[in-house]
């Protein structure tokens, strides 16, 4: 099995669509792996298995960009993916492969939102040449991450619409985006094959480790620093009572790096920035519960602190249906911080968090464990491998 891996993000950079890669590829050794993409190799330890191959395109229009008038160069990252698009287009269809792989689609997004706000001739065009995936000329599987996801009036706005009208093959990672696809392809009349795959938790890295004294009780987050959620976690670190403490892992861009140290030192919360991969169980299982703020889904971060055996709270707000169940996953509303440090006080006897923390690892291990996502996905490989390109 050959499968062509198209990414516009690798490790070592920190995020859920890095990590995810990085672990498929050490649970999948019987697999080939090429993998298109504009970033360079820093990560190099893959295995014989996958091999690297840098589209450097993008990159030369960026430079070129610098000549540019700054009303445009300030577009410059917009400019230079079609170009991209174009290279790993004609790369895909050179080589020999059972199918190709697109983990989630940023540019196309990006395009579709403003051929809505500025609708055209060109930008039609455009969009319908990003979602002309017969170019690969190999089967195209996508997997979501997050962008079919959430109510469905969030999935209709950003022009999914236009995104699944030409995929054949799709795994979602979050069942709120399943359910988006079905009834979308239901209403359509679509031939769209479907699957829910978790993300994958390397449960033997993430492993659960002895509750540290409850005084303080040690509250923590994980995720970009630019993300919505952020906000809520450092409004209830402001506002908390004595006998709780923050700890944070933020990853964030230099650019914006000033600005988050500020916001989280006004918080009173301890932070530690653009923490590795490898460091983040420790992180873990240095909390006694982890905050979940996002509106839907269960981020990858989350997930890994279950098998950690730490408790996850979601915190309520405007939600959907929730990924996690509500025995291992418990929901407060967080809209009042007074209000959620009165609920959330029971959660300081340690036999509840041990309790609710041996029902996470084992969630984790049953669902999410990496060699299990990995099974899942050969079975898709093989089903998409035998499909015909039309």
């Given at each position: 099995?050959?499968?062509?891996?198209?990414?516009?993000?690798?490790?070592?950079?920190?995020?859920?669509?890095?990590?995810?890669?990085?672990?498929?590829?050490?649970?999948?050794?019987?697999?080939?792996?090429?993998?298109?993409?504009?970033?360079?190799?820093?990560?190099?330890a893959w295995g014989d298995h996958v091999r690297v191959r840098r589209l450097a395109l993008r990159d030369a229009v960026l430079r070129m960009t610098r000549f540019l008038p700054p009303s445009l160069r300030r577009h410059s990252h917009l400019l230079a993916i079609p170009p991209h698009e174009?290279?790993?287009?004609?790369?895909a269809s050179s080589l020999p492969a059972d199918l190709v792989h697109i983990h989630s689609f940023a540019a196309f997004r990006y395009f579709a939102g403003i051929g809505d706000r500025h609708p055209t001739r060109l930008f039609a065009l455009l969009v319908d040449w990003l979602r002309y995936f017969d170019a690969y000329q190999h089967p195209v599987l996508f997997t979501d991450h997050s962008l079919f996801g959430g109510p469905p009036e969030q999935f209709h706005a950003v022009?999914?619409?236009?995104?699944?009208?030409?995929?054949?093959?799709?795994?979602?990672?979050?069942?709120?985006?399943?359910?988006?696809?079905?009834?979308?392809?239901?209403?359509?009349?679509?031939?769209?094959?479907?699957?829910?795959?978790?993300?994958?938790?390397?449960?033997?890295?993430?492993?659960?480790?002895?509750l540290r004294p409850t005084n303080?009780?040690?509250?923590?987050?994980?995720?970009?620093?630019?993300?919505?959620?952020?906000?809520?976690?450092?409004?209830l670190a402001r506002e908390a009572p004595a006998w709780v403490a923050f700890r944070l892992a933020l990853a964030v861009s230099d650019k914006d790096r000033a600005q988050a140290e500020q916001e989280v030192a006004e918080a009173g919360a301890e932070v530690l920035w653009n923490v590795p991969y490898t460091a983040m169980p420790d992180f873990y299982r240095g909390l006694h519960v982890f905050l979940d703020p996002y509106t839907f889904g269960a981020p990858r971060t989350a997930l890994e602190a279950l098998a950690c055996g730490r408790v996850v709270i979601r915190l309520l707000g405007e939600r959907g249906t929730p990924e996690l169940p509500g025995d291992i996953s418990p929901a407060l509303d967080a809209r009042d911080s007074a209000h959620f440090f009165r609920d959330f006080a029971r959660f300081r006897d340690p036999g509840i968090l041990q309790r609710l923390g041996n029902r996470a690892r084992a969630l984790a291990e049953a669902v999410y464990a990496a060699p299990k996502v990995a099974a899942s996905y050969r079975g898709v490989f093989r089903a998409v491998a035998s499909a015909q390109v039309s």
């Open positions: 099995m050959h499968v062509l891996q198209l990414t516009d993000t690798l490790p070592p950079r920190i995020g859920g669509i890095e990590t995810a890669l990085l672990t498929l590829f050490r649970q999948m050794p019987d697999v080939r792996f090429t993998v298109l993409t504009a970033q360079l190799d820093a990560h190099g174009w290279q790993r287009r004609m790369a022009r999914n619409d236009l995104l699944l009208e030409r995929l054949r093959f799709v795994v979602c990672v979050e069942r709120s985006g399943q359910a988006n696809v079905q009834a979308f392809a239901a209403a359509r009349g679509l031939p769209i094959r479907l699957w829910w795959i978790p993300n994958p938790i390397d449960t033997d890295a993430f492993r659960p480790g002895p303080p009780l040690v509250l923590g987050y994980a995720g970009r620093y630019e993300k919505e959620g952020t906000k809520d976690v450092l409004r």
